[in-house]
């Protein structure tokens, strides 16, 4: 039996008036994930956000997704970076406006590259995190405890995840977060939770 790793993604955009547009651009992530040999099993509903941080443009378009890979993580980041630039990602301003913005959340329970380096990036102060980005991977994504963006559309899909350096749960970690934070996370109407049968 084929052993697959587990994979979490947030997407993300606000390039496109339309808010079905840019839905439209997230499902077909999860199109071109599957075209890739990385196989989405959850989808969550669609959310809209505030942009971050306030000022830089229109609400965002936030969901997450679950999903199995026989592929290590760095191939994984590879096809993420890949989908962007197909897409038409141009990384121009850091936290800018842009039409799609794949994170790679966790894979499986990997701390990468170290438990050092990881713990540099979460105590990054706020305005370096604006300017300056990683070069390598770093995972568990460093900012997923803080962003209620990532935190809600997961806990519809897997409210179950524990933080590999935390030892939290997804549901723990949305439940730390200001009420105000969570709050202004909206459930786009009619969107729904869209579960896929696992690969064999």
């Not at 378009?61 to 590879?78: D, G, P, Y």
Request: one cysteine or more; aromatic letters at 8%.
């Amino acid at each position: 039996m084929k052993k697959y790793n587990q994979v979490i993604f947030s997407i993300g955009g606000n390039q496109e008036a339309d808010v079905s547009k840019n839905i439209e651009l997230q499902v077909r992530v999860a199109s071109l994930f599957r075209e890739r040999d990385v196989f989405p099993l959850s989808i969550s509903k669609f959310y809209l956000t505030p942009a971050f941080p306030a000022g830089i443009g229109a609400d965002f378009v936030n969901c997450a997704i679950r999903a199995n890979t026989l592929l290590s993580a760095h191939q994984v980041l590879q096809i993420c970076h890949q989908i962007e630039a197909e897409m038409g990602r141009k990384r121009i301003v850091r936290w800018g406006e842009r039409v799609i913005d794949i994170d790679l959340i966790s894979f499986n329970e990997q701390v990468n590259p170290d438990t050092e380096t990881y713990q540099e990036w979460v105590n990054l102060p706020l305005e370096q995190q604006k300017t300056k980005a990683p070069e390598q991977l770093i995972l568990p994504h460093p900012r997923v405890q803080d962003r209620a963006f990532v935190l809600v559309p997961l806990c519809d899909i897997s409210e179950d995840w524990v933080h590999p350096v935390l030892k939290l749960t997804a549901r723990q970690l949305r439940d730390s977060l200001p009420d105000t934070e969570v709050d202004s996370v909206q459930a786009i109407d009619g969107t729904r939770v869209v579960n896929y049968p696992e690969p064999v």
